[in-house]
């Protein structure tokens, strides 16, 4: 065989690794585009790419390119390689690419380095969080590009383990201004891997041309009819046109894959390697399995197993002289083919007795994990004995945050029980950390054996459970109500702690879903056992929301008061702090609900418990949008959403794209409130059915702002007489009343005003007094409204956002223009108009304007909108953070970017805002 330097390629290569290269004949294309992805690298711009394609179509010769270039042009380069029988390793594959630069964690943040530690087993971290490893990924990642340009590579990605590959993946959607490659290959299988928000380099066979001149420099004296039965074959995969033409048979026109029919390329190209595998001596293929049943046992530990079997070190030898295998501190095989051949070749009993073989060679402390799965691997009927080593190497990969390799861990536990109260036991755990690893598939499968394998309460409590969180982000916050009350009813009696805990997971889901019936059962449950002490303010908290759901709000006034003053003054637990935040929210205590979930979200940052950031920034978002603060609003909703879909979560996506719809009306971006709309509300409606009622009110409220009024009051109407009407959707009421006015239609909006009045009264907020006020001067007489005007304008100066002050400013000044009083109608409606543009309620300054033009005369001025609604999201979270004295490394660590990121954003930011100096930020963003 010709040595692939002989073949004309665009750039020799600067080092010749082991692995027999295929030529990178007809790959220019492939080629030009990792060079440019190398080429922004070490300008600072980041970059990643994920090369896809079956096995042997030439990805690995692609990445070995890469790494070449990138060394000549003085790149850093971290590389690694997924391996298909480590992939329930938890953070092997870390392990490969960041072990030998642990020197530097004490550069990142507290937590992030500690869950680094945690993840590689050097540290005890309690129960390490996956999300913030992947965030201590990117630091030290972002770290090490300081030191100058790096490229990041790694082959079948499709085979680390979960863990390793999710951070990875992570930390390259965001990288932006870093001088980082990151280079990935996937093996297209029958179970696809997924690179979401990666670009795709698609590697097909070769074209007819390139195939032919392939194999004619690999092959040249191949006979015609040869020849052509390779190229058929092959179907232009690289490595089957190598090893089929290099194959030697005494007749030229013998079938060189030795069958007929059509197979999939890499299983013909496996074949090959397993005749080629059993032509050698038997101590050789021996010694082979042995190597192949661990890629990553030293070569120490590979020949300790091989001498246990009877064998020894120089039976490796013929395997080396083939050139399958090269052997330094490990042995490497010549592909993952030519692996795969080795092993899957042997017959099962050598496979059992080379592993059993291998749990007997390594010591139980040292490498308790990797023992647990070769005995694992080595049984052949149930062993509980086996059993409780894999539970053990599942409840330390918890603890290093590896939660699919629990799951797996779990499942094969429970499939090597003896008995089968802990095999369900075990496959329930299987289950709930399948969910917590962003496989709702995976753990729906294993909830549904568990529940066929076992009576036990407290087992089908967990495993519907399970089966409920599944339901929340794929069917209905509605069918996950009904499930953990189920879960609730099973385990009240003999585990009070965890049926509270079903039970506040009920609630939530009730109410996110307008599910009011469900609420009920829940909290009639909640009156039929004694919760564990700590429990009884959020108990309280919830009997006051099945009353105010049933139009008696009175009663939740109370308890979510005495809720929100614990959380002011003591260490509350998340769940009680979230009910706190959802419960001001109801009773429109809006500048408590912000102040504690921003203290929320920093805990949460900072502490690495990222579960909760997608519902935090939901709660969050509404209550800024109900003060009037929607930049900031939109900054959550840009961020949840994107968390929300990393997370896999797509109730909260949707969640949040409902609150867009509304963001993007007040704007007056009436067609892409629209579009936005129409794309999310068919599932919304189902998924999360308060937020999906938030967009409707905001394409009514686009409506009413365009003075569409007959329209906005069918789209209100809907809103205010729907199954959220109590919730949150009860501040519509106003723009009800609004439309019905304008409309000429009063009388539609009576009962919805005497039940928001009442509401009002109920809460006692300024701000919704102000409304309250606001609509009764609408409906009144002109020798009536002006004192209810005047004091709802008060209270809104005062106490309300500025939102709702511009748009109680608006109506009084119609009013007054109405009575004729210029002077004074103009001076409210130019303030109205003024603080419209601030915000950016374009539409709602036009209506303003509009009645500032109805004076006469030229149309006034019309003022820029406020410098902050310039910038996009991230770069208004970047720009508060900087105005509050964060560093760019503080910033970075709190929003899951590097450093460099961060000064990006901010660099675009200052010509936006008019600003050169970051000490101009703060005075800014306090605005006037």
């Known amino acids: 065989m010709r040595p692939v330097d002989e073949i004309p390629q665009p750039h020799r290569l600067a080092e010749r690794g082991y692995r027999d290269r295929m030529s990178l004949v007809g790959r220019d294309d492939e080629l030009r585009r990792i060079e440019r992805l190398l080429a922004d690298a070490c300008a600072g711009h980041s970059g990643a790419l994920v090369v896809?394609?079956?096995?042997?179509?030439?990805?690995?010769?692609?990445?070995?390119?890469?790494?070449?270039?990138?060394?000549?042009?003085?790149?850093?380069?971290?590389?690694?390689?997924?391996?298909?029988?480590?992939?329930?390793?938890?953070?092997?594959?870390?392990h490969q690419l960041l072990f030998p630069h642990l020197d530097r964690l004490d550069a990142l943040p507290g937590p992030q380095a500690a869950a680094l530690r945690g993840a590689f087993g050097l540290a005890e971290s309690g129960e390490a969080n996956r999300f913030l490893i992947s965030a201590g990924t990117l630091a030290l990642l972002a770290d090490l590009a300081e030191d100058g340009p790096l490229l990041c590579v790694v082959d079948d990605l499709q085979w680390f383990d979960q863990?390793?590959?999710?951070?990875?993946?992570?930390?390259?959607?965001?990288?932006?201004?870093?001088?980082?490659?990151?280079?990935?290959?996937?093996?297209?299988?029958?179970?696809?891997?997924?690179?979401p928000g990666v670009e795709v380099l698609q590697l097909s066979g070769l074209a007819a041309e390139a195939a032919a001149r392939l194999l004619d420099l690999r092959a040249p004296e191949l006979a015609d009819s040869l020849r052509a039965r390779v190229l058929e074959e092959s179907a232009g995969n690289p490595l089957a046109i190598i090893e089929l033409g290099s194959t030697r048979h005494e007749a030229d026109d013998a079938d060189p894959?030795?069958?007929v029919g059509t197979l999939p390329v890499s299983v013909r190209v496996q074949e090959l390697f397993?005749?080629?595998?059993?032509?050698?001596?038997?101590?050789?293929?021996?010694?082979?399995?042995?190597?192949?049943?661990?890629?990553t046992a030293p070569l120490e530990t590979v020949l300790r197993v091989v001498e246990a079997l009877g064998g020894a070190a120089a039976d490796l030898a013929p395997a080396e002289r083939a050139a399958l295998v090269r052997t330094g501190t490990r042995v490497a095989f010549r592909?993952?083919?030519?692996?795969?051949?080795?092993?899957?070749?042997?017959?099962?009993?050598?496979?059992?007795?080379?592993?059993?073989?291998?749990?007997?060679?390594?010591?139980?402390?040292?490498?308790?994990?990797?023992?647990?799965?070769?005995?694992?691997?080595?049984?052949?009927?149930?062993?509980?004995?086996?059993?409780?080593?894999?539970?053990?190497?599942?409840?330390?990969?918890?603890?290093?945050?590896?939660?699919?390799?629990?799951?797996?861990a779990y499942e094969r536990a429970g499939r090597l029980s003896v008995d089968p109260q802990p095999r369900a036991r075990r496959i329930a755990q299987a289950a709930q950390a399948a969910f917590d690893a962003g496989k709702?598939?995976?753990?729906?499968?294993?909830?549904?054996?568990?529940?066929?394998?076992?009576?036990?309460?407290?087992?089908?409590?967990?495993?519907?459970?399970?089966?409920?969180?599944?339901?929340?982000?794929?069917?209905?916050?509605?069918i996950d109500a009904e499930l953990t009350i189920e879960a609730a009813a099973l385990v009240r009696d003999t585990d009070p702690e965890q049926a509270a805990l079903n039970l506040y997971e009920a609630v939530h889901a009730a109410r996110h879903g307008a599910a009011h019936d469900l609420l009920q059962q829940a909290v009639d449950l909640l009156r039929e056992f004694t919760p564990p002490r700590h429990w009884a303010i959020v108990v309280a908290a919830f009997l006051g929301w099945e009353e105010l759901f049933a139009g008696r709000p009175k009663p939740a006034v109370g308890p979510t008061r005495e809720l929100l003053a614990a959380v002011r003054d003591g260490e509350l637990d998340l769940t009680h702090r979230m009910t706190a935040a959802v419960g001001g929210l109801l009773i429109a205590a809006d500048d408590e609900v912000v102040a504690g979930t921003e203290a929320m979200l920093a805990q949460v940052r900072a502490t690495g418990a990222l579960g909760w950031v997608p519902y935090l920034l939901n709660v969050l978002a509404v209550a800024r949008l109900l003060r009037g603060e929607f930049a900031d609003a939109r900054a959550d909703v840009a961020e949840g959403a994107a968390v929300s879909e990393e997370f896999g979560n797509s109730t909260e996506r949707l969640a949040h794209r409902s609150v867009e719809v509304w963001l993007h009306a007040v704007a007056g971006e009436e067609s892409r409130s629209r579009d936005l709309a129409a794309e999310v509300l068919p599932d919304a409606r189902s998924r999360h059915r308060v937020n999906a009622e938030i967009a409707v009110w905001g394409l009514a409220m686009l409506d009413l702002s365009a003075r569409r009024f007959e329209t906005a009051l069918g789209g209100l109407e809907q809103v205010c007489r729907g199954p959220a009407r109590r919730d949150v959707l009860m501040r519509a009421v106003p723009d009800l009343v609004e439309a019905a006015v304008r409309s000429g239609a009063p009388d539609r909006a009576g009962e919805a005003l005497a039940e928001f009045a009442h509401w009002a009264e109920?809460?006692?907020?300024p701000v919704t007094t102000g409304l309250a006020l606001r609509c009764r001067a609408l409906l009144a007489d002109d020798g009536e409204a002006e004192p209810l005007y005047v004091e709802g304008l008060r209270l809104h100066e005062r106490h309300g956002g500025p939102y709702d002050h511009a748009r109680t400013r608006l109506v009084y000044g119609e009013w007054l223009r109405r009575q004729r009083r210029r002077t004074e109608a103009r001076a409210h409606l130019e303030a109205a108009a003024a603080g419209f543009e601030r915000i950016g309620a374009t539409l709602w300054a036009e209506r303003a304007h509009?009645?500032?033009?109805?004076?006469?005369?030229?149309?006034?001025?019309?003022?820029?909108?406020?410098?902050?609604?310039?910038?996009?999201?991230?770069?208004?979270?970047?720009?508060?953070?900087?105005?509050?004295?964060?560093?760019?490394?503080?910033?970075?660590?709190?929003?899951?970017?590097?450093?460099?990121?961060v000064g990006h954003h901010l660099y675009k930011a200052y010509p936006k805002l008019g600003v050169t100096a970051r000490s101009e930020l703060a005075g800014l963003v306090a605005g006037p």
């Open 52 to 94: 896809r394609g079956e096995a042997g179509v030439g990805k690995s010769v692609l990445l070995d390119r890469a790494v070449s270039v990138a060394r000549a042009e003085g790149f850093q380069v971290l590389s690694g390689t997924g391996v298909e029988s480590d992939s329930e390793l938890a953070y092997g594959g870390l």
């Open 163 to 195: 863990g390793s590959a999710e951070a990875l993946l992570f930390a390259a959607r965001r990288f932006e201004a870093d001088a980082i490659a990151l280079l990935f290959a996937v093996r297209e299988t029958s179970m696809p891997f997924e690179t």
């Open 257 to 259: 894959a030795g069958m």
């Open 274 to 295: 397993r005749r080629q595998i059993a032509e050698l001596p038997d101590p050789t293929r021996r010694a082979l399995l042995v190597a192949a049943a661990d890629s």
């Open 335 to 408: 592909h993952p083919l030519v692996r795969a051949a080795a092993y899957r070749g042997e017959p099962l009993h050598r496979r059992v007795e080379v592993h059993q073989a291998y749990a007997d060679a390594l010591p139980a402390d040292a490498v308790a994990d990797r023992r647990a799965w070769h005995l694992a691997a080595a049984a052949t009927a149930p062993d509980e004995a086996v059993a409780v080593e894999l539970e053990g190497a599942a409840e330390r990969a918890r603890h290093r945050g590896g939660a699919m390799a629990v799951s797996v």
């Open 440 to 478: 709702p598939d995976r753990a729906a499968r294993l909830a549904a054996e568990a529940l066929s394998l076992t009576a036990d309460p407290g087992i089908r409590a967990e495993a519907i459970y399970a089966q409920g969180a599944v339901a929340y982000e794929r069917t209905s916050p509605r």
């Open 762 to 765: 109920r809460v006692d907020q």
């Open 850 to 901: 509009g009645e500032l033009a109805a004076f006469g005369g030229a149309r006034t001025e019309q003022r820029a909108i406020g410098p902050l609604t310039l910038l996009t999201p991230q770069e208004l979270q970047v720009v508060q953070l900087a105005a509050a004295g964060h560093t760019n490394k503080q910033i970075a660590a709190q929003l899951y970017l590097s450093p460099r990121t």
